[in-house]
């Protein structure tokens, strides 16, 4: 009696390793991630009420992993970016990032009640400039290299979805002149795989 209780004592943590959530890549698998992207803008200039352009640095993880590089311009919602990831091979790759935006400031605000209007982490830059967005739209393949040539043909086409934030200002500090840019912040992007690459 006490070797079988041994031993079912020995089972019951492997089966509780077994049970444990799904790790990061797995959840990606499942949602059919081809790769994520973590983007800091570093520059983000306004050209008028309903345009901007600027650039972001960052990294990319998953199918395609590397340092990545982002020109984008948006006006009136759409978007047109240009993308490079590296990796460490020095293989690259460039896609063509289209899409629309929506400014979730404006469609779905929300206000922190713990904070006065001058230290509100989420609103309008000077009350009256969106800042946050949720994106969607495609990564076509334009360039490539190396690994990525043969793998991803010239053309191929992959959804994507992100969430584009950007500090509220103020309490950060009033970009001048004022009305010229926005403080950068972060973009967190999921691409994902189209039906060729469903394996």
Known sequence: MNTVVSRVCKI???VGLLALPLTANAQDKARD???TQNDVTVEFLLDGPAGGH???AGFADGAIRGTTLTV????NGVLTNHVGIT???GDRIIFLKVGTGVPIDVVAPVTDPSADPAHQVFGLGLGQIP???TLQGTYEVVAATGKYAKEYQLGEKFPF???ATNPNFPPATIP???GSKIVPGTEYIEVYRNFKHRQ
């Open 12 to 14: 019951i943590p492997v």
């Open 33 to 35: 991630v081809l790769f």
């Open 54 to 56: 600027g650039t972001e």
């Open 72 to 75: 984008f311009h948006f006006e």
């Open 87 to 89: 990796d460490v091979d």
């Open 131 to 133: 800042l946050n967005f």
């Open 161 to 163: 979805k992100s969430i």
């Open 176 to 178: 001048q002149p004022v």
